[in-house]
């Protein structure tokens, strides 16, 4: 069985980026409530977040997850 793990990168590009949470707010449009829990990944963005959200820190959509594939037996 191959278990797929997509880890949302957001708060470490917003970190690099020196982004508050609450700049990131009012640069996307989306909440801070709703960033904080896509940040813990209580949440799954929408593609339209995801987009809003890449969009305001400059970098394209694919760049906010990464997808690690492991094998369990």
Partial sequence: MI??????LIKQIRKEKGLTMEQLSLLS????GHLSRLEREERAP???TL???????????EELYKINTSEKK
Wanted: proline share 4%; net charge positive.
């Fill in 46 to 48: 929408s593609i339209t």
């Fill in 29 to 32: 449009g989306v909440s801070k």
């Fill in 51 to 61: 987009c809003k959200i890449a969009m305001a820190l400059d970098v394209k959509p």
């Fill in 3 to 8: 278990i797929i793990k997509v880890e949302i």
